[in-house]
């Protein structure tokens, strides 16, 4: 009933680098490059620091990455399952769930004790300490303040109303973080100004400086702010109005495909108990993969037809078919995933033949599937309570057992054990070793190798399943 | 046992009550809440032994519930009752003080159990939750940095968590591994105390939050 679809390479997913808000210290982008390049955080922040004592290059690179790089949440709150997004900005579920990680406030230090140092190195290797630190804090002062403009077009995603407001636009949702922020940076950047000015003169001068460029800054306010406020606001509502109404769609499409066709099968197979449980069970299942599951089943209605992409999915969608076609409850949980490869395939395929048997045999209503990947190696395991049978008496005529489980595994280098006792349920482990813990060709079917293979499995079972653990 | 159930839909405050009312000498329903600030003040004045707690709520989550009584209403334990399976959310649910997490499908009887568990203190793992917690040790759910020490699972821990993942109960768990349920009750509380403080950062924040420092 299941086809289990031809392996299909993934398509390439091109990898962008992203600033990484989550866990900047500025803006991020030490440990968005960090991410995407797969090196030490604190390595690259130290980089950029020492880059900036040779000549300045690390701020300027930093700077550019800044204003260039994307800013990572965007793109995984785009990727986040609907359900949990929708929660998130109802405020159901509380921001940032996972917790701060431990170490920041370390790095930070390094960080900020580095670059102090390089000031004053700089200082004692130049000799010109006020322009120096002039110039440190001019560059500190814009560095704060354009961090929260950074915070505050990240709070916009976030943000439910799409109208922005001037004083949102600064400041956020408030708080004393953002304050301090602004205030420092302001008192940095004053401070840098007054330190430019004294430097050709007195305190006259330093005020001259000081109003000068607050004139300049008060007068092309006057003059573009309107214009870009008004733009910005334009760009941001349309915007919003797009993403709404094709999430309104997406919506809207997904229940009618699923929900809705469900719901009008149910009222007319109300008085078929099994039917309406069948359906209502079936829907759950795709709702809740629809709304929660990060790994997403493909298309809407996806699920059977669909080629899976891991080994998880294809054990999923594998669950998903016995428990339409036998009406039981089938629970899989997966730790770890393999990609889908012709390897993993027999290991599928036994999976679906133990399950089958679970649900004609055992009697019972619940199937536990429990896979598990670790360091290449692969074991699913599917335990019932149901009604088990004594593996040494197993009728010859057993095709199921041991052609499509035991035989089909030794053939592609794993094994499967069956371990069960009547009355006590029945628990199927198959096991598929990595590659290269493997002494033959892995997935070749029909491999002339491993002779007297039928001894092992189904013999040796209790014995053996109990050895395993 | 006293019990405040918290969810923002009537529908299943209403539909737990009553499957909770199958077994009126195990549990009572003490009050409703339908979301984080009545649900805060409805746990310190009746002081139940078990909240049943919707991970998704109005206000900030059933995290922000638990985050608020913990200390008021030391005694209190909470039993997490979600639609939600995901992964972020049943890790960032027992990582915020939650003895267990169960999913709404959850027949009256195994709730009923569940509960008196969570009140007696033991920890309530389903096979999916197993499941994620496994994963999230291996590092293939991000939970936060990990300290090397804390965040280990011993060898034995690891097998009992495999197990309950598997879909064994604890009773037989306690077969399979000839240990005593109680022992495999010992082995959940640290698994959970690992999971909850993964690193001495926050071994810090959470002393110094219940006032310990």
Redesign the interface.
């Known amino acids: 009933m299941t086809t289990t679809a031809p392996p299909t390479a993934p398509p390439p997913v091109p990898r962008r680098a992203g600033r990484d808000l989550e866990h900047g210290l500025v803006g991020g982008v030490a440990a968005g490059l960090a991410d995407h390049l797969g090196l030490p955080v604190l390595a690259l922040r130290i980089g950029f620091v020492v880059a900036t004592v040779l000549g300045g290059l690390g701020a300027v690179l930093y700077g550019a990455y800044w204003l260039f790089l994307p800013a990572a949440p965007l793109v995984d709150r785009a990727g986040a399952?609907p359900?949990?997004a929708g929660?998130a900005r109802?405020?159901?579920?509380?921001?940032g769930?996972?917790?701060?990680?431990?170490?920041r406030t370390g790095d930070a230090i390094v960080v900020g004790v580095l670059s102090v140092g390089i000031v004053l190195a700089v200082e004692a290797v130049v000799g010109r300490g006020a322009l120096v630190w002039a110039v440190a804090l001019v560059a500190g002062g814009v560095a704060l303040l354009w961090r929260q403009a950074d915070e505050v077009q990240r709070e916009r995603w976030v943000e439910r109303t799409e109208r922005m407001d001037p004083v949102g636009m600064v400041l956020g949702s408030g708080g004393w973080a953002a304050w301090t922020r602004i205030a420092l940076g302001t008192a940095l950047l004053g401070a840098g100004l007054v330190l430019l000015g004294f430097r050709d003169g007195g305190i006259g001068a330093a005020r001259e400086v000081v109003l000068a460029v607050l004139l300049g800054i008060g007068g092309l306010a006057v003059v573009v702010g309107p214009w870009v406020a008004r733009l910005v606001r334009d760009l941001g509502e349309e915007r919003t109005e797009r993403i709404r109404s094709q999430e309104r769609a997406d919506v809207a499409a997904h229940l009618h495909d699923s929900v809705l066709q469900t719901l009008a099968l149910i009222q007319k197979n109300a008085a078929d108990a099994a039917t309406v449980a069948r359906l209502a069970r079936a829907q759950?299942r795709d709702l809740?993969a629809w709304?929660?599951?990060?790994e997403r089943p493909g298309s809407p209605g996806a699920g059977r037809g669909a080629a899976p992409e891991t080994l998880a999915a294809a054990v999923r969608a594998v669950a998903a078919a016995v428990e339409d076609d036998h009406g039981i409850e089938v629970?899989v949980?997966?730790?770890?995933?393999a990609p889908w490869s012709e390897r993993v395939q027999p290991v599928v395929a036994a999976v679906r033949e133990a399950v089958v048997n679970a649900a004609k045999h055992a009697g019972t209503g619940r199937v536990?599937v429990?896979v598990?990947v670790?360091a290449g190696a692969v074991d699913v395991?599917v335990?019932d309570r149901g009604a088990g049978f004594d593996p040494d008496d197993l009728p010859a005529d057993r095709h199921g057992v041991r052609g499509s489980i035991v035989d089909r595994m030794v053939r592609h280098g794993g094994t499967a054990r069956i371990r069960s006792a009547p009355g006590e349920g029945t628990?199927v482990r198959v096991h598929l070793p990595a590659p290269d813990e493997q002494a033959q060709q892995p997935g070749q079917p029909g491999h002339p190798g491993q002779p007297g293979r039928s001894e092992q499995g189904v013999g040796s079972t209790d014995a053996a399943g109990r050895g395993v653990? | 046992m006293r019990v405040v159930v918290v969810d923002d839909h009537h529908m299943f405050r209403t539909g737990v009550r009553s499957e909770l009312a199958a077994a009126p000498a195990a549990v009572t329903v003490v009050a409703e809440a339908a979301d984080v600030d009545t649900a805060v003040a409805a746990v310190e004045r009746e002081r139940p032994a078990v909240v049943l707690l919707d991970v998704h709520l109005p206000g900030g989550g059933g995290v922000e519930v638990i985050r608020r009584t913990q200390t008021t209403v030391p005694g209190t334990r909470f039993l997490a009752l979600s639609v939600s399976d995901a992964a972020e959310d049943v890790i960032g649910t027992i990582r915020g003080g939650a003895r267990g997490y169960v999913t709404k499908t959850i027949s009256g009887a195994e709730l009923v159990d569940a509960i008196g568990r969570v009140a007696d203190g033991d920890a309530v793992f389903s096979p999916r939750l197993a499941g994620f917690v496994l994963d999230a040790f291996a590092g293939a759910i991000q939970v936060a940095e990990v300290d090397s020490d804390l965040d280990r699972l011993s060898e034995r821990e690891r097998e009992v968590m495999r197990l309950i993942a598997r879909g064994y109960a604890y009773k037989e768990v306690a077969k399979e591994l000839f240990i005593s349920v109680k022992t495999v009750e010992t082995h959940m509380s640290s698994v959970l105390r690992k999971l909850q403080l993964s690193s001495r950062h926050e071994l810090t924040r959470w002393a110094s939050d219940r006032r310990l420092l």
Do not use: K, Q, S, T
């Open positions: 399952a359900g949990l929660a109802d405020g159901r579920r509380p921001r769930l996972l917790g701060r990680p431990a170490g759950e809740r709304l929660f599951a990060e629970e949980v997966a730790v770890g995933d536990d429990y598990e670790l395991f335990r628990e653990r």
